[in-house]
């Protein structure tokens, strides 16, 4: 980690180290940093025991009641999810991004970012999260594989040829099963444990978004933002503002 940024808010300050193993993120978020871009905009969406959301400049000196959260600086920024070596542990910081259906390369909003929060885990709960992510997997695999073939399954349907669609899918669930005993089969890595369970976060995210830096100063901070009321949209009630600088 090189850069640090803190974050001035009204309700206290935060400082953001960013990982050198993401330099495309590390590099916007120091250019916007020194841009001025995140001066007066807002924690606009936060979520207790999960995150608290900004970035958005849409939300400098936005009414209350306006939705927010499509704003942003007019580009992506390509994925760099670097995991399991960085994950969502408590206090992470996450670049937000659009759904997979509209966004299948997981880029990166250009200047909207989260801090998690999270909760604590048991181990048995994680492990019920392995099989969940085991199973996420074979789907994936199994999309993918479908996709390929889509033109013959859409010939297959439109000569209600139920047979040989089912003989397809035999075939199809059969590839998957195979590819699937290729792969490592998704897991913990025994760091992500030991943070999941003393320290906390969101594992269901893991893998999804890029991770690019976390907080080494005012975890006491985000952890009052994140309990704040909000109204319509997860927006708090009470406007949280940001400022930020380059520190280091």
């Not at 990166?108 to 989260?114: A, E, I, M, P, V």
């Not at 999260?129 to 695999?141: A, D, G, P, T, Y």
């Amino acid at each position: 980690m090189s850069a640090k940024v803190k974050l001035h808010t009204s309700e206290g300050d935060i400082v953001i180290a960013l990982y050198d193993e993401t330099p495309q993120h590390r590099d916007n978020f120091l250019k916007l940093v020194k841009e001025g871009f995140y001066n007066g905009t807002l924690f606009h969406r936060v979520i207790k025991d999960f995150m608290i959301q900004g970035g958005d400049p849409d939300s400098i000196g936005a009414p209350a009641g306006k939705m927010l959260g499509t704003g942003g600086p007019g580009y992506d920024i390509p994925a760099e999810i670097l995991y399991p070596q960085f994950f969502h542990k408590r206090g992470a910081l996450s670049a937000a991004r659009l759904g997979d259906d509209m966004n299948p390369e997981r880029a990166s909003s250009g200047s909207q970012f989260y801090i998690v929060w999270g909760q604590k885990y048991n181990s048995g709960q994680l492990r019920q999260m392995e099989k969940q992510m085991q199973m996420q997997q074979e789907q994936s695999v199994f999309d993918g594989l479908v996709a390929k073939h889509r033109a013959e399954i859409i010939q297959l349907r439109k000569n209600r040829d139920h047979a040989a669609l089912q003989e397809l899918q035999d075939q199809l669930n059969a590839e998957t099963h195979a590819l699937c005993q290729e792969m490592p089969a998704p897991h913990f890595t025994s760091e992500q444990i030991e943070a999941y369970t003393t320290i906390g976060g969101t594992p269901h995210l893991d893998g999804q978004y890029t991770v690019f830096g976390e907080v080494l100063e005012g975890l006491d901070i985000v952890e009052r933002i994140q309990k704040c009321e909000t109204s319509r949209g997860d927006r708090p009630k009470k406007d949280i503002s940001i400022t930020a600088e380059v520190i280091e």
